[in-house]
């Protein structure tokens, strides 16, 4: 790193954003202006590269430097490597790839029961990190990222990336300023596209693969073609099938409208029929998928509001005294938002963090250090409301949460399964 770069980096670090409301260019002389748009492109590495790790790193792509990329499975990295150049250093173990010093910023992209690991180690190492959600496999293993985060004052974006659609920041908006009346019910639909099936055939792992590392935290099985890559998410050991899959997108924007992104519920009770749950506690033993696939759950929040979440479609409804809206990545309807024609938001309506371009912000923040859309708090709060409604799936009952000292009320039980039990030498922490 020449010293123009370094030192315009130190700078903006220990101003702590003193040019965020400026242009960065404008807080220099005309010749750093000419080096910072030479050389002001950090230096990344990517870490987790199947096909979601490798798109959010190739998107990284146009803000930064990819120098190296790291898999435990060789073929994934080494086809990364060949989309990014050609030039990238292959690591098969993330904690090599971040004793690099010249690295400045990684996106994590592997299994959830890996995202917590990766990024403790590379928020302790001094990058900045885009990590891909969902957030956490544990609200345990929130309550440390949010920790380390506070300790280091490192960046640290997740891949929510709604967050930075307009679509969704207008919806939020419109039940923030009130326009359905008083909010009373919020219905959060996720797609009914959970795996089902086994047992599965057990055999030797790939010889491009290192099977042990990838199972990670997690308690150690044989080798199926069915537990790792995509299919991971299907399995309660590395996921939280689809409540976290796409409850993390859509429970992220419900708490983003209620305003409740430093809180939670009051309680949680989810659902399944006797079918489901016999599927499921039978997976348990014989090498099946095991997350729920047919379920609701109810959330109650401060101000009575009801959160539902069902299966059937993609979006989330929003309900209130006064009308009704609906948004999904596709469209936002409803009569609030064909009034705001004739009836736009006042100049003082409360309006939200502007992204839209979700990497983007990320690299900006990384310039000015400000908190990026989705920050860490708010993520670990929607996810641990993902976390909360498969708890009470698994326990078959209803659940009390406090939200401020987030525990669970007169039930020990529940406390104990904020964490997991972890495999030897891999433990989170």
Known sequence: MNNLRSTRRRFLKTTGGLCAGLAAADCFTSHSRAEDAKNDRPLLGAIGLGGQGTSIADRARKFGDIVAVCDVDRQHAERAREKFGG????????????????IEAVTIGTPDHWHTAVALAALRAGKDVYCEKPLTLTIAEGQLLVKAVQETGRVFQVGTQQRSNARFRQA????????LGKLQKVTVSLPRSTKVGGPFETKPAPENLNWDLWQGQAAAHDYSS???????RWWYEYS???MTDWGAHHMDIAH??????RSGPMTI???MDSAERKRIDEAQHT????????????????????VEVVLGGEGVLFEGDGGRLYVNRGKITGKPVEELAENPLPADATRLYVSNDHMGNFFDCIKTRRQPISDVVSQHRSVSACHLANLSLRLGRKLTWDAARERFVGDNQADEMLSRPQRSPYEVG
């Not at 939020?172 to 326009?179: A, D, Q, S, Y």
């Not at 069915?226 to 991971?232: P, T």
């Not at 759950?297 to 509001?305: D, S």
Request: proline letters at 3%; glycine letters at 12%.
């Open 226 to 232: 069915e537990r790792c890559h995509h299919d991971f």
């Open 87 to 102: 030039k990238a250093e292959i690591y098969g173990d993330y904690r090599k790839l971040l004793d690099r010093k010249d």
């Open 172 to 179: 939020c908006e419109l039940v923030r300023n009130g326009r």
């Open 269 to 271: 009770e989810g659902k």
């Open 240 to 242: 939280g099938g689809i």
């Open 287 to 306: 090498n099946s998928f095991n997350t729920p696939g047919e379920f609701t759950v109810q959330f109650v929040y401060p101000g009575e509001v009801t």
């Open 256 to 261: 983003w409208a209620m305003g409740v992104e």
